[in-house]
Antibody
Framework: QVQLQESGPGLVKASETLSLTCTVS????????WSWIRQPPGKGLEWIGY???????NHNPSLKSRVTISVDTSKNQFSLKLNSVTAADTAVYYC???????????WGQGTLVTVSS | QSVLTQPPSVSGAPGQRVTISCTGS?????????VHWYQQLPGTAPKLLIY???NRPSGVPDRFSGSKSGTSASLAISGLQAEDEADYYC????????????FGGGTKLTVL
């Protein structure tokens, strides 16, 4: 059973960079597409992007220019950086494992990141 | 505005059957891409409920079923229980958005 745990600051200042890390346990880092998904308070889910263990990535076109996703296979971790944040980036950020069949099979518990002015 | 359209809310009494629709287009569901469904209980992370249009992960009751036809998909919940009250999201792949994985806007199910 794959388990994921997000970590990182819960408060980020506007115009700065949001940085989160997801630690993977109970599964192989090479088995899934490691993804980030966010959910603004009271709203729906938005896919941010994913990285494969090989380093290949894909991002939501609406966020692409601000998003960097990286992986550290030696630590079983992958990370998200979102730069130039605004209040609109305030959300619960989830890391998730996307199966090769394109569904998000495992999810972290989520972490709330608030962008302050 | 979500790429996949769901009704904002549905409701039903215990024991009844409800369906939640997910309407897409020719670049996602209509192109043959699979639809997946997630259940999000209040204050928790989403949980995979249905994958590949109509497959249930281990542990998901057979009261939950999925179907797909044309540019739409549906989630059906039979024998409604109070514990089914949650938000439900559909998800697919969209070929017109640079390989985006897309979600529906979500549907709040209320058990009366």
């Amino acid at each position: 059973q794959v388990q994921l745990q997000e970590s990182g600051p819960g408060l980020v200042k506007a115009s700065e960079t949001l940085s989160l890390t997801c630690t993977v346990s109970g599964g192989s880092i090479s088995s899934y597409y490691w993804s980030w998904i966010r959910q603004p308070p009271g709203k729906g889910l938005e896919w941010i992007g994913y990285i494969y263990y090989s380093g290949s990535t894909n991002h939501n076109p609406s966020l692409k220019s601000r998003v960097t996703i990286s992986v550290d296979t030696s630590k079983n971790q992958f990370s998200l950086k979102l730069n130039s944040v605004t209040a609109a980036d305030t959300a619960v950020y989830y890391c998730a494992a996307m199966d090769h069949a394109e569904h998000f099979q495992y999810w972290g518990q989520g972490t709330l990141v608030t962008v302050s002015s | 505005q979500s790429v996949l359209t769901q009704p904002p809310s549905v409701s039903g009494a215990p024991g009844q059957r409800v369906t939640i629709s997910c309407t897409g287009s020719s670049s996602n569901i209509g192109a043959g891409y699979d639809v997946h469904w997630y259940q999000q209980l209040p204050g928790t992370a989403p949980k995979l409920l249905i994958y590949g249009n109509n497959n249930r992960p281990s542990g998901v009751p057979d009261r939950f079923s999925g179907s797909k036809s044309g540019t739409s998909a549906s989630l059906a919940i039979s024998g409604l229980q109070a514990e089914d009250e949650a938000d439900y999201y559909c998800q697919s792949y969209d070929s017109s958005l640079s390989g985006s994985r897309v979600f529906g806007g979500g549907t709040k199910l209320t058990v009366l």
